[in-house]
């Protein structure tokens, strides 16, 4: 069957995007593997496929792939992309969209300078609710927050672990260019104190609005931009008293902002948007 899509890319986190809103799609996991892959298909480290709205006061749904194609909760850099594409397809001319994920409704909303800004909703740090199995495991305070140890193959990590509707997590490095994200990030990512696996965030602290990360993504490995990664290093960085409320996150593919006002408050993220091409593949 032919199939139409849409390229995009948000800080350089790239996604090949299905409309499904007038008609379903069900693809397999090994067609969406095949979609995702940058030799024999189109190249991304995701799928997204928008959906018409599933209840009333929700615009869109949207569902997210990892290019091993397993499906995810949440995805930052997708809900902007999501967001353009609806848009520039004329889809909607709301400019504040509503739209329903696995994990819940987030609502991205397009900014005059182009760029896009999502309310990612609330972090959640409860080791249960990450998941992250902290049995017997004794935390590190720091802050008003803890990092875990994490054996790994020998050596010992401390990270902080948070779900942003998909489980992260984060360890400080002091420069992020020489972080062992090839080495320890596949190590972190299929840990089996991660249930449902996890994304691995790499974070320098440059200044206390000012940091520079790397995440290694969870089924899709290590991404020039990770958007959930970013909100969770950053509200994980300031409940351990290491940034401010609001944060400049430098990836290797752009710079996102992240704002997040403590406990209790929802986390905003703003970044660019882009489609690249539009084409049909044969499935
Ligand atoms: N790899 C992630 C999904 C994509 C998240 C990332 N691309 C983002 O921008 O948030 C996971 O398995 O939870």
Not at 175 to 186: N, S, Y
Request: glycine share 12%; net charge negative.
């Amino acid at each position: 069957m032919k199939l139409r899509f849409t390229k995009m890319q948000g800080a350089g986190n790239d996604f090949v995007v299905l409309d499904a809103t007038r008609a379903p799609l069900d693809l397999s996991p090994g067609q969406y593997r095949h979609l995702a892959d940058r030799r024999f298909g189109i190249g991304a480290d995701q799928i997204l496929i928008v959906g018409p709205s599933p209840a009333p006061g929700v615009d869109f749904s949207y569902r997210i792939v990892n290019a091993d194609g397993g499906e995810v909760e949440q995805c930052g850099n997708g809900a902007r992309c999501f967001a353009k594409f609806v848009h520039e397809r004329g889809l909607t001319d709301k400019r504040a969209i509503r739209v329903q994920t696995l994990s819940g409704v987030i609502e991205p909303s397009l900014q005059d300078d182009g760029r896009v800004t999502v309310d990612m909703g609330e972090p959640v740090f409860e080791p249960g609710r990450v998941p992250f199995d902290a049995q017997g495991l004794v935390p590190r305070p720091v802050g008003d927050h803890v990092q875990w140890p994490l054996e790994l193959d020998g050596t010992t990590v401390y990270v902080a672990v948070a779900s942003m509707g998909n489980p992260h997590a984060v360890q400080r490095v002091d420069d992020v260019d020489t972080a062992p994200v090839a080495q320890q990030g596949p190590m972190i990512e299929s840990h089996p104190r991660f249930p449902r696996r996890v994304n691995a965030g790499f974070m320098q602290v440059v200044a206390r609005g000012h940091i520079r990360l790397r995440v290694h993504e969870r089924g899709a490995g290590e991404t020039l931009a990770c958007g959930t990664g970013a909100c969770a290093a950053v509200a994980c960085g300031i409940r351990l008293g290491w940034l401010d409320a609001r944060v400049d996150v430098d990836t290797r593919g752009g710079r996102l902002t992240i704002e997040w006002a403590g406990p209790g408050h929802t986390v905003r993220m703003t970044g660019p948007a882009v489609t690249v091409f539009e084409g049909e593949i044969e499935l």
